[in-house]
């Protein structure tokens, strides 16, 4: 197990806050700040400093912090192995709502047909959740559809997917090509903050010197089932991966908006810790779910 001055380090990274830090592992304030002060004389370097009243990282800190954070990870993986059976393999990892909800369950249930004496445990969340469930370790990988700093990481492209305009197939966009300054008189339906969709959106806009702010209303819903069914009855328009949406279009309930000069194109990668130890078991359990992947839309198409 991390030593607990570790611990204590990590939390107030999370936290940026000795009082908050303090609450959060029942210790004492006084505590939190011995422990900081222990392994900043260990490793004869200061941690933290404060910019104004904000509490940051120095080099050092988050040099430690990224190195504490894969160690961290790497125990509670062991961990869960060692109490699980010898003959018994668990993967867990995770995935943002569309590769989850679209792209996964095939994939999965072709993993569960083939595979014997493995859990297989999925968590489904948005893009920032994930992976600070990944750096704590509770789970191994994730399939993750936003932005993320692949310097940070161990990536590997899952595959390419099409990030397209979306109304209902009676909507008057639906019957004619549509401008940029068309859009933003209508309503918007999109994911919250933090979502990879969220995320894509706002960077696709300001590649085309717009903003998500630009859009006359805005709704936040934190379901794509929601989202779309919103859309189907003419609500608003939206934005949405084409894997999400692709029942829908063949069955003619939604249509992709004809927008000039808009093509998208994203990725959908396979996120790991950088340099863990279980880095043999993440990249076979990538290629299965790839190989597997690639066989599905050779069938489908």
């Known amino acids: 197990m991390l030593d607990f001055r570790i611990e204590t380090f990590l939390t107030l990274c999370e936290e940026k806050s000795y009082t908050?830090?303090?609450q959060k592992l029942c210790i004492t304030q006084p505590a939190v700040s011995q422990h900081i002060r222990y392994l900043e004389q260990y490793y004869g370097n200061k941690l933290f400093d404060f910019k104004g009243k904000t509490l940051r990282l120095t080099p050092q800190g988050e040099q430690l912090q990224k190195h504490a954070l894969l160690s961290k990870a790497d125990w509670n993986k062991l961990t869960s192995k060692l109490k699980k059976e010898d003959s018994v393999n668990q993967i867990r990892f995770g995935a943002t709502l569309t590769i989850g909800e679209y792209v996964m369950p095939d994939i999965l249930s072709r993993l569960i047909e083939q595979t014997t004496n493995t859990f297989f445990t999925m968590l489904v969340d948005n893009t920032e959740t994930?992976?600070?469930k990944l750096q704590q370790g509770l789970i191994?990988?994730?399939?993750?559809?936003?932005?993320l700093?692949?310097?940070?990481?161990?990536t590997k492209l899952f595959t390419p997917a099409?990030?397209?305009?979306?109304?209902s197939s009676s909507h008057e966009f639906a019957k004619r090509s549509v401008s940029f300054d068309e859009i933003f008189s209508r309503r918007l339906i999109t994911r919250e903050v933090g979502s990879g969709t969220r995320g894509v959106l706002e960077q696709v806009l300001k590649e085309h010197n717009q903003k998500i702010q630009n859009f006359s209303h805005i709704v936040e819903i934190g379901n794509i089932n929601v989202i779309k069914n919103l859309v189907r009855k003419g609500l608003g328009i939206t934005f949405l991966y084409e894997n999400a949406v692709e029942a829908e279009i063949n069955q003619g309930s939604l249509?992709?908006?004809?927008?000039?000069?808009?093509?998208?194109?994203?990725?959908?990668?396979f996120v790991c810790m950088k340099d863990s130890q279980f880095m043999t078991e993440n990249l076979t359990f990538y290629d299965?779910?790839?190989?597997?992947y690639n066989s599905l839309n050779k069938i489908q198409s």
């Open 255 to 269: 249509q992709k908006i004809l927008l000039s000069d808009f093509e998208a194109v994203r990725e959908f990668n």
């Open 140 to 147: 191994d990988s994730a399939f993750i559809e936003g932005q």
């Open 288 to 292: 299965q779910c790839r190989n597997l």
């Open 149 to 154: 700093d692949k310097n940070d990481y161990t």
């Open 162 to 167: 099409r990030f397209i305009p979306v109304c």
């Open 130 to 132: 994930l992976l600070m």
């Open 20 to 22: 908050k830090t303090a």
